[in-house]
């Protein structure tokens, strides 16, 4: 099966960059997909397809892969983006997610 | 507007059966596959499987198939997950989202709040 490893946490300061990463293998060449999930809410789908914001998602979310990581990254971080982050990819017709990340801002 | 609506939470007793629901709003409910996602307690999502509602075609993830029944009711909207046996290590909080076909692996685009589900003696 394929294997998505992200930290368990990352922290930034408010106003600063975050970054999350999801590595797997090769995830490069694969179409991934991250998810921003707040307790007690629905989980929001905030990058598609590597790159692509859904609407009403603020341009301040942004990803990227190359080779073997897949990263979100966001910009000027706000109170309101503390939350779990998840990545997801497709492998054999089955949906992969990644362990989660939990990102608090200082 | 989408809506995903599920049903409430459920305390039960190994070895009960139980059935939860997923009610699509605000779309085309049979142009969209539906599916299930585990989150047990401080861990991660697990995605179970999909449905279909056009004409039930499913798929379960490995870890899943036979321990669970995904279905779907296309006259009221509604997906189902299914126990006919519930074990305690089923507790978690169960979400259906749906899979926006938008490239040939697919997000899930709009997302259920949740179904909390605790088995307990």
């Known amino acids: 099966s394929y294997d998505l490893t992200q930290p368990l946490s990352v922290s930034v300061a408010l106003g600063q960059t975050a970054r999350i990463s999801c590595g797997g293998h090769?995830?490069?060449?694969?179409?991934v997909h991250w998810y921003q999930r707040v307790p007690g809410q629905a989980p929001l789908l905030v990058i598609y397809?590597?790159?692509r914001r859904p609407s009403g998602i603020p341009d301040r979310f942004s990803g990227s892969t190359s080779g073997n990581t897949a990263t979100l990254t966001i910009s000027r971080a706000q109170a309101g983006d503390e939350a779990d982050y998840y990545c997801?990819?497709?492998?054999?017709?089955?949906?992969?997610f990644g362990g989660g990340t939990k990102l608090t801002v200082l | 507007e989408v809506q995903l609506v599920q049903s409430g939470a459920e305390v039960k007793k190994p070895g009960e059966s139980l059935r939860i629901s997923c009610e699509g709003s605000?779309?085309?409910?049979?142009?969209?596959?539906i599916a299930w996602v585990r989150q047990m307690p401080g861990r991660g999502l697990e995605w179970m499987g999909n449905?279909?509602?056009?004409?039930?075609?499913?798929r379960y993830s490995p870890s899943f198939q036979g321990r669970v029944t995904i279905s779907a009711d296309k006259s009221t909207n509604t997906a189902f997950l299914q126990w006919s046996a519930l074990e305690a290590s089923d507790s978690a909080m169960y979400y259906c989202?749906?899979?926006?076909?938008?490239?040939?692996?697919?997000?899930?685009?709009?997302w259920g709040r949740g179904t909390l589900i605790t088995v307990s003696p």
């Open positions: 449905i279909y509602p056009t004409d039930s075609d499913t």
């Open positions: 397809i590597n790159t």
């Open positions: 997801q990819v497709w492998d054999g017709g089955n949906a992969v």
């Open positions: 989202a749906r899979r926006w076909e938008v490239s040939g692996s697919p997000p899930f685009d709009y």
């Open positions: 605000g779309y085309s409910f049979t142009d969209y596959w």
């Open positions: 090769n995830i490069g060449g694969k179409t």
